[in-house]
């Protein structure tokens, strides 16, 4: 499948070649991981270049994809080029949605072929089965992760406190390392949906937003639960839980092959709306994640693409009311050919934490 949509582009380019420098897109095509490289992809063959510190691993790896010659660099553009004169490359694409200026000059500069610049934002959005396993496998990890979380919390930690745990305990549990900084936003903080952990005593009563994901060879969850400390008795926020509780299933169950990413976020926003509290859901209802946690397509007002089978993408709204509190679900869903499937498992309803 990989090959099949970097074909595509070579198609619509008129191009002989790519050239793929971003880790992520490199990742992706050879499932080799490494901070600097370079991919030259054509038709018949793939090669990848990387330096010392890479090429010993790269060569006694047994889980490198779509990759045909891996060669070792000092001078990459000599190597590069010996590969455009052999086979008879004339124009190469790039990332222009990745590579800064300078290094597109750079490129422009020292390979001898045409360079053109091409945006590759979309060419990860739909996932193979291999793909689709690893960010299960992920959102499995922060299940275990969250059930910790409920077995270990308790009034009178910090936001802090319970942040370093949920790190602790992705790691234990087998993840590679977290996929972002986790948020802990309780109380008060939870009107701010991106909250840092702070030195704020966790409190009975307090509702507390947990925003955190892991990478599983290479591949993100992401995942927010909001749950209850000592009790429920917060009616406001009890009240608000359930309309973004429904407004979240309703997103969810709109998923489905030709939906429009602005149409599910235009769904969960009208029913925030309708219950008066439209301004206060103040952020896109989702995005796709994979190697990346933010990555196409976007479920939000500007998400012109359509899903299709095989994307992965987060549903998550919220409300946030400044001085009171504030309530986020989010949940990982797979787009399947009649419609969705959970990634992340159960446990959306509100928990109370004893």
């Not at 891996?70 to 949605?97: A, H, R, T, W």
């Not at 001085?323 to 990634?343: F, M, N, Q, S």
Request: aromatic share 10%; glycine share 8%; net charge negative.
């Amino acid at each position: 499948m990989k090959k099949e949509i970097l074909n595509k582009i070579l198609e619509e380019t008129n191009s002989d070649a790519i050239l793929l420098y971003s880790p992520q897109n490199r990742y992706w095509f050879s499932r080799f991981q490494s901070s600097l490289g370079y991919i030259l992809y054509t038709k018949s063959k793939s090669f990848l270049f990387l330096d010392g510190r890479y090429i010993t691993t790269a060569r006694e790896s047994k889980s490198i994809n779509n990759i045909d010659e891996i060669i070792e660099f000092g001078k990459v553009y000599e190597l590069i080029n010996e590969k455009i004169e052999q086979n008879s490359i004339k124009k190469i694409v790039f990332e222009n949605d990745w590579i800064f200026v300078n290094q597109a000059e750079s490129f422009s500069r020292n390979i001898k072929a045409e360079v053109i610049g091409y945006n590759f934002d979309s060419v990860r959005m739909v996932k193979d089965k291999w793909e689709i396993e690893q960010v299960k496998k992920a959102c499995e990890i922060t299940h275990k992760v969250f059930l910790d979380v409920l077995q270990f919390v308790k009034p009178g930690m910090t936001e802090k406190e319970l942040s370093h745990f949920v790190t602790n305990s992705f790691l234990q549990n087998g993840a590679e390392k977290l996929s972002f900084d986790t948020i802990v936003a309780s109380g008060r903080n939870g009107s701010k949906p991106h909250a840092v952990p702070t030195d704020k005593i966790i409190e009975i009563g307090d509702f507390v937003t947990l925003d955190m994901g892991c990478i599983y060879n290479g591949y993100c969850s992401d995942q927010t639960r909001t749950f209850a400390m000592g009790n429920d008795d917060n009616k406001k926020l009890k009240e608000i839980y359930e309309i973004v509780y429904q407004s979240q299933q309703l997103g969810i169950e709109a998923i489905k092959p030709g939906i429009l990413g602005s149409e599910i976020h235009k769904i969960c926003l009208d029913f925030i709306d309708k219950k008066g509290y439209g301004k206060y859901f103040t952020h896109g209802t989702g995005h796709g994640l994979g190697i990346e946690i933010h990555e196409e397509p976007y479920n939000s007002v500007a998400g012109n693409k359509k899903l299709i089978e095989g994307m992965c993408v987060t549903v998550e709204p919220g409300i946030y009311i400044p001085e009171i509190g504030g309530i986020r679900i989010e949940d990982d869903i797979l787009v399947t050919k009649d419609g969705y499937e959970y990634l992340t498992t159960p446990l959306r309803e509100l928990q109370i934490v004893k």
